[in-house]
């Protein structure tokens, strides 16, 4: 009901527009597409399953690089592991540009280091890749993190003495605790209801986000944002989040002592103290709170999701699960943590964790780039600004790469010898100068949580296997995991 409603309003509202603005026509030899329709773009084209679908269907009649009008605007997708790393690590500087998703634009602005562009995303990413080392990125010190806060998880997990739970806000809690300790000096308790809330409006805006909706404001977000809908919602869940960060931030300007700086918050009031006369800085308030809040979503969401996706699968394929505790047996065993200097001893469960990313796919279509000038790719002319998809599920689906694109197999990363082998198509934290900040902390998250569960606990679900459905919840430009109930019973 909700998705024709919008379609209706879409048609009416976009030929009104069309009247007055006319249609903008973009300069250059884009590649070819489907045709469009003034304004409405290839709207009539488009799979109701949503974009990827449809981007899938175009790949097949226009190859691995072709357009598509989203509304009015050309979008340049990139599909398979060669174009993609032909783009953005072959012509890194030209593809570094950052393109815009319309759900989350009215709250971001082009601020934090995230979806900014030019000269201020190359100053914040270099401070944050700095701050971050500082406060947690150098191994031992998020190794440490990260341990301490399995056995909190684990201990927590034994007072549910089997029982089936939801682990969505466990998996939220601890990875929001690694992410919160470096950027906030703090950690929360499993039941701190500020924490449970805005871990929710998280969660939320995730779901929202990936949502169909979300893809059809993409098309038409310049009219569609005068009517209610899911933009109106994230743009409320972040609000809520930027309070808290605003009230953070506040406490830390109380007691910022500049000769010990405890987080990345009072690294960047520092920083913003000692260039207060440069009248262009980019050391001010509001990309404070926009850089924040992207490493306090990305942060969290990201490395529960694919928690919770790899859970649900070792449900499915409980001898998946059985081969990872053996290999925990014979390197670990029972008697000490798990640490990151064991993943190389263990190629099994690295494999496997690296086949959950792959087949989990949490961000299918990626996060929208730009060209940063006219750029010549391939035989194609693509103009300044113009904005590319680059498709990362077509990567991590790419049969060329993997045997079984389609189906569960953690084989995919092993040798024939069992060793972990490489593999150029996987790059689930995309790759080139925009790939994701924060890919060492989730790695090491992944391995660690990982293990130290699966150390302690077999699972099992009230569901046989075979009934399991491991068909996402919503598939956009995030992909969520389906709710499941999952029993922790202790070894």
Same mark, same amino acid.
């Given at each position: 009901m909700e998705a024709s409603v919008l379609l209706f309003l879409t048609i009416l509202v976009g030929f009104l527009l069309l009247l007055v603005k006319g249609h903008p026509k973009a300069h250059g030899r884009l590649p070819p597409g489907p045709r469009p329709l003034p304004l409405l773009g290839n709207l009539l084209q488009l799979d109701r399953r949503g974009l990827l679908n449809s981007f899938m269907l175009f790949r097949e009649k226009y190859g691995d690089v072709?357009?598509?009008?989203?509304?009015?605007?050309? +979008?340049?997708? %990139?599909?398979?592991? !060669?174009?993609?790393?032909?783009?953005? +690590?072959?012509?890194?500087?030209?593809? @570094?540009?950052?393109?815009?998703? #319309?759900?989350?634009?009215?709250?971001?602005?082009?601020?934090?280091?995230?979806?900014?562009?030019?000269?201020?995303?190359?100053?914040?990413?270099?401070?944050?890749?700095?701050?971050m080392k500082d406060f947690g990125m150098g191994k031992w010190n998020v190794e440490e993190r990260i341990k301490e806060e399995a056995q909190c998880l684990v201990e927590e997990l034994q007072k549910f003495q089997g029982a089936p739970m939801d682990p969505t806000f466990l998996f939220q809690s601890i990875t929001a605790n690694i992410i919160c300790s470096i950027v906030f000096g703090e950690r929360f308790d499993y039941k701190d209801h500020q924490f449970l809330h805005l871990l929710d409006l998280i969660y939320q805006t995730f779901l929202l986000y990936s949502s169909f909706s979300s893809q059809v404001f993409e098309l038409f977000s310049g009219f569609l944002k005068y009517f209610p809908g899911v933009h109106k919602q994230i743009f409320k869940n972040m609000q809520g989040v930027l309070d808290?960060?605003? $009230? @953070?931030? !506040?406490?830390?300007?109380?007691?910022?002592?500049? @000769?010990?700086?405890?987080?990345?918050?009072?690294?960047?009031?520092?920083?913003?103290?000692? !260039?207060?006369?440069?009248?262009?800085?980019?050391?001010?308030?509001?990309?404070?709170?926009?850089?924040? %809040?992207?490493?306090?979503?990305?942060?969290?969401?990201?490395?529960?999701?694919?928690?919770?996706?790899?859970?649900?699968?070792?449900?499915?394929?409980?001898? +998946?699960?059985?081969?990872?505790?053996?290999?925990?047996? $014979?390197?670990?065993? @029972?008697?000490?943590?798990?640490?990151?200097?064991?993943?190389?001893?263990?190629?099994?469960?690295? #494999?496997?964790?690296?086949?959950?990313?792959?087949?989990?796919?949490?961000?299918?279509i990626g996060v929208p780039h730009k060209v940063t000038k006219d750029t010549l790719f391939r035989e194609y002319l693509l103009p300044k600004n113009t904005e590319v998809y680059p498709i990362l599920s077509a990567a991590l689906h790419d049969p060329q790469y993997f045997e079984q694109p389609d189906t569960f197999n953690p084989d995919h990363f092993l040798d024939a010898n069992g060793a972990l082998k490489k593999n150029e198509a996987f790059m689930p934290f995309s790759i080139g100068k925009r790939i994701c900040l924060g890919e060492g902390i989730a790695r090491s998250e992944l391995f660690l949580f990982f293990t130290t569960i699966l150390q302690n606990f077999s699972v099992s679900s009230p569901v046989a296997p075979e009934d399991i459905d491991i068909s996402p919840k919503e598939t956009g430009f995030g992909k969520v995991p389906p709710i499941y109930q999952i029993c922790f019973l202790a070894r």
């Open positions: 072709f357009t598509v009008h989203l509304g009015p605007r050309p +979008v340049v997708m %990139l599909c398979g592991t !060669e174009a993609i790393r032909e783009a953005l +690590v072959d012509q890194a500087e030209a593809f @570094s540009g950052r393109g815009t998703v #319309a759900v989350v634009e009215p709250f971001l602005q082009g601020y934090g280091m995230a979806f900014s562009n030019g000269e201020r995303w190359k100053v914040l990413r270099r401070f944050s890749v700095a701050t808290y960060i605003g $009230q @953070s931030v !506040e406490k830390h300007r109380e007691t910022l002592d500049p @000769s010990n700086p405890r987080d990345f918050i009072d690294a960047y009031l520092l920083r913003m103290e000692k !260039e207060k006369s440069n009248q262009h800085t980019e050391f001010h308030h509001q990309n404070l709170m926009i850089s924040v %809040l992207s490493l306090f979503f990305a942060g969290t969401e990201t490395s529960s999701t694919t928690l919770r996706y790899g859970f649900l699968l070792m449900l499915k394929y409980p001898h +998946v699960a059985e081969k990872v505790q053996k290999e925990i047996d $014979q390197v670990i065993g @029972s008697h000490r943590l798990p640490t990151l200097d064991d993943r190389t001893k263990m190629p099994y469960t690295e #494999a496997v964790i690296y086949e959950i990313q792959r087949f989990s796919d949490i961000a299918p």
